[in-house]
């Protein structure tokens, strides 16, 4: 959970920084700061449904060559 937070925290600051930088304004930097990471977080939901669709579809369809490399 740690890990979790340092990195919301890092990807905030991130946002605003770039924002601030390019815009000069501390109102802009700290809507981008706000706006993009929780844009982000609903699209990398759909990018992790969509990759898991396309991982399952391609193990039933052939199988993977490298299988030996994921074993634990």
């Given at each position: 959970m740690i890990k979790t937070i340092s990195?919301?925290?890092l990807h905030f600051s991130v946002?605003?920084?770039i924002?601030?930088?390019f815009t000069?304004?501390?109102l802009v930097g700290g809507l981008m700061a706000l706006v993009e990471p929780?844009?982000?977080?609903?699209v990398f939901?759909?990018?992790e449904r969509a990759w898991q669709r396309h991982q399952h579809g391609a193990a039933s369809t052939e199988p993977d060559e490298h299988e030996w490399a994921y074993a634990a």
């Open positions: 990195f919301a925290m946002a605003f920084s924002a601030y930088l000069g304004s501390i929780a844009c982000n977080t609903v939901y759909f990018h």
